[in-house]
């Protein structure tokens, strides 16, 4: 068996869910002036690669610290929906994987 981790690079530069800000870095200690250098990264809870439990979306539902590790390793494939022409913040829907199954020869 072959791990992949699927997480996304973190950065200024990291999109965050539509209508978020971006993350934000701000200098608090310049290595130049206080011989230490420290940052503050500021982001919403919706930047780059992370996990919505499912007390989220469900009253009653999960929280993370409940799901066990298990439920989060697994078969997988990455679905390049860029090529298909679709945007960070687009809508996707079964014709898309569809399309892809056809076009790899691959089943999710």
Known sequence: MRFI??????SLHTPAFAGYA???????KRLAFDKA????????????????????????????????????????C?????RMGLGDFDLYGPEHFERWEKDTGHRI
């Open 22 to 28: 971006g993350p934000a870095i701000r200098w608090i």
């Open 5 to 10: 981790d699927l997480t996304q690079d973190f």
């Open 78 to 82: 990455v679905v390049d929906l860029e």
């Open 37 to 76: 250098g420290g940052q503050e990264i500021t982001m919403t809870m919706h930047v780059s690669t992370h996990l919505d439990a499912p007390a989220h979306f469900l009253s009653g539902g999960k929280f993370i610290g409940d799901l066990p590790l298990d439920f989060l390793i697994g078969p997988a």
